[in-house]
């Protein structure tokens, strides 16, 4: 959603060519990240002459201040829609930076490596906005992602597993 | 103004922008480069949209005020006080990424 798309966006501005092809998953909901993803990957185009880039979109899990009961509901019913996706992408690598989309993902993506049928490295950035407190979806991958990447020195110190590397959006 | 799509023009060509501790709104501005004075409404807002603000406030980034502050605070700021904001850096995360997953 949002915000969450233009930072990301952000975070994948200097990756190399390697990182390819790219797999977008983003709510059902969300009007305007479509938008934004093509016209990245559009730029990109120009320079990368081989750029590949899907776009898949599953429910939203989880609205603002839903309620815990119903969001363990629509979160297990996402976690059924992205399922088919990972397994059909097989990604190596996961990157995420906060919205409620993410976690279905990567709770499939974990299902698969325990599984035995595709161990995918997951990396979570939460975002600039954090400077004290991690989002939900930082508080359940802090403990599931390979990698956990912080923004301000204050959550680095709440967070010891989690990695600081300054601003980088 | 309500729902543009962009206000890139319109943060050019201003001279001083007040707004709402929206991190988007803050963030945007101050890649601009324009003096910001951030209003923050605790009545109305999320906790965890405060932390931006008050910490852009700390680094000397942002001047900070309520609503019934406001007046009181354009006429009396100094926008000279106000610290440049560098620029995030996403090449530090390009490097990383390509330690963990091997390119090196």
Redesign the interface.
Known sequence: T??HT?EIL???????E??SPRHYIFADSDKMSEAKIRSFEQKRAETFSNSQFTLDRIPRSRE?RQSWASSVVTTLYSILYSLPLTYKWKP??I?CNGPGTCVPVCISALLLGLLGIKRA?I?Y?E???????L?LSGKILYYFS??F?V??PDLKEKYPKS?Y????? | FRFKDSLAQDLHEADLVISHAGAGSCLETLEQGKPLVVVINEKLMNNHQLELAKQLNRDGHVLCCNCSTLVDTLQSMDLSTLKPFPPGRPEKFALFLDKVVGFQ
């Open positions: 949002g915000g233009t952000r975070l994948l501005s200097c990756l190399s390697s990182y603002v190596d690598l990157l490295i990396v950035v975002s600039i906005c954090r400077v004290e407190t989002s390979d990698y990447i923004q301000w990695i590397l300054g601003r980088i959006v």
